[in-house]
């Protein structure tokens, strides 16, 4: 079972991508628990402010280490967090290998960001990994989580039947995926390969690999260049 909890100021934004499909069912089976923690109900005084003005002056607001920190607090209070986790553009991009690894763990504390971010000293004293999706800024941290919370659920044990089990993913070993098709066999004209058609199931495999290969040559070479091992 993982446990994941999500410290943002925007709880809507997460509801609906972490409550469908097979992220649902994770949840329906026991594998995977999620907490939206709404960072405001730690937030300081009447108006349970978050952010403050940055000092030095500059545009956009920070959020304030105070109110983070006691939720953070309050969190490691119940569980042990095997990473506190802060999206940020900058931080490690995620990849497959690294959605493996967080597979792994038992409890998740992801920190969504918003408005400049978070005060450095949080990252600096207390956050332990800082996951980017890609080099492009996001107005906040949530769907950034939400991606996380996807590429690492599915991967849990029980949650992928066998037809969609993520052993046979792109990148899981290395490779994207091969092409794939269904009926008809002939569709306006277009023909599916006819190897798939054989019932040789030596030789599909061997095709897919092939495909598999082909296709990461030819969209993807750095993945070949790449030492995927650990
Ligand atoms: N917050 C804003 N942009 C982000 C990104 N690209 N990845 C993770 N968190 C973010």
């Known amino acids: ?4 909890d999500i ?16 992220l649902g069912r994770a949840k329906d089976r026991g594998l995977l628990e999620v907490d939206i923690v709404d960072l405001r109900t730690y937030g300081l005084g009447k108006h349970h402010q978050v952010d403050d003005y940055a000092f030095g002056g500059g545009a956009g607001m920070v959020m304030m280490p105070e109110p983070l920190m006691t939720c953070i607090e309050d969190l490691c209070s119940r569980r042990t967090y095997d990473e506190i986790i802060y999206m940020a553009p900058d931080g490690e991009q995620l990849d497959q290998r690294m959605a493996n690894k967080l597979s792994l763990a038992g409890n998740l504390m992801l920190i969504c960001g918003h408005y400049k971010g978070i005060d450095e000293r949080i990252r600096e004293h207390v956050v332990t990994k800082e996951i980017s999706i890609g080099d492009y800024v996001l107005s906040g ?3 950034a989580a939400a991606v996380v919370v996807d590429a690492v659920g599915r991967l849990l044990p029980g949650v992928l039947n066998d037809e969609t089990s993520a052993l046979f993913d792109s990148f899981q070993d290395g490779l994207v995926a091969p092409p794939a098709y269904t009926r008809p066999a002939e569709f306006r004209g277009w023909k599916v390969p006819g190897i798939l058609l054989s019932g040789n199931l030596g030789a599909i495999d061997q095709w897919r690999h092939d495909e598999a290969v082909k296709r990461t040559r030819q969209r993807r070479p750095n993945l070949l260049d790449n030492d995927q091992q650990d």
């Open 1 to 4: 079972m993982l446990h994941i």
């Open 7 to 22: 410290i943002t100021v925007v709880p809507e934004l997460l509801a609906s991508p972490l409550s469908h499909s097979i």
């Open 141 to 143: 941290g949530e769907l």
